[in-house]
């Protein structure tokens, strides 16, 4: 099992660009979830799926959206990227009641 | 709103000390998390807490819970150097049996010296 991918590991965007990041697992999780984490600080929330075509907004979804469309892949995107958008982004899986298991991570440079 | 306070922040100690922890949340959950984060990685999992009174143990780390007094603690005995990390924990307050997503505390940034 390769857990849970995420590409591209770097990513350097110029204001109002747009990406996607993407996130795989192969776990065949239900629950899956987008957070960024700002220097010295915690993770937040910005968006999750409980399924398929079911997503909902965390604590932190303004300038993002998602799409679930598998199990497998919940991308995130970023419209018109800007400076605040700088931050390590994980994507997370898991069960009701498991802990959740995060991928590597995805650092992105707004200029 | 839940919130999740860690502390303390920031921790230097030496070697084979022991030390304690602290992460107090503002609502209901008997779901917690510790995590484990060194420099430029992911996130590792140490323990899951899933009870009132769950105590985990693994090597010179135990995690303790106690959802009355909405707290949890991260013991450390005898610490090695390479516990050296940041250490987060994380509160799922989900209502019926979802998972909706975890709020973390901001972290503690453990520096072990010998």
């Known amino acids: 099992n390769a857990g849970v991918t995420q590409t591209p590991k770097f990513r350097i965007l110029k204001i109002g660009q747009s990406m996607t990041l993407q996130c795989t697992q192969d776990?065949?999780?239900?629950?899956m979830y987008w957070y960024r984490q700002d220097p010295g600080m915690g993770l937040k929330l910005i968006y999750y799926s409980v399924g398929a075509g079911i997503t909902d907004k965390g604590e932190v979804p303004n300038g993002y959206n998602v799409s679930r469309s598998t199990t497998e892949d919940f991308p995130l995107r970023l419209e018109l990227a800007a400076p605040s958008q700088t931050s390590v982004y994980f994507c997370a899986s898991s069960t009701s009641d498991s802990q959740s298991f995060f991928g590597p991570g995805t650092r992105l440079t707004v200029l | 709103e839940l919130k999740v306070e860690q502390n303390p922040l920031f921790l230097s100690m030496q070697e084979g000390k022991n030390y304690t922890i602290y992460c107090n949340y503002s609502t209901t959950s008997d779901r917690l998390y510790w995590y484990r984060q060194d420099p430029g990685k992911s996130l590792e999992s140490l323990f899951v807490l899933l009870s009132n009174g769950a105590v985990k143990q693994e090597g010179r780390l135990m995690a303790s819970l106690d959802t009355k007094a909405r707290l949890s603690t991260l013991h450390i005995t005898a610490a090695v150097h390479d516990l050296s990390a940041t250490y987060f924990c994380?509160?799922?307050?989900?209502f019926g049996g979802g998972a909706d997503g975890l709020t973390f505390g901001k972290g503690t940034h453990l520096i072990i010296q010998p």
């Open positions: 994380a509160v799922d307050a989900s």
């Open positions: 776990m065949n999780h239900n629950y």
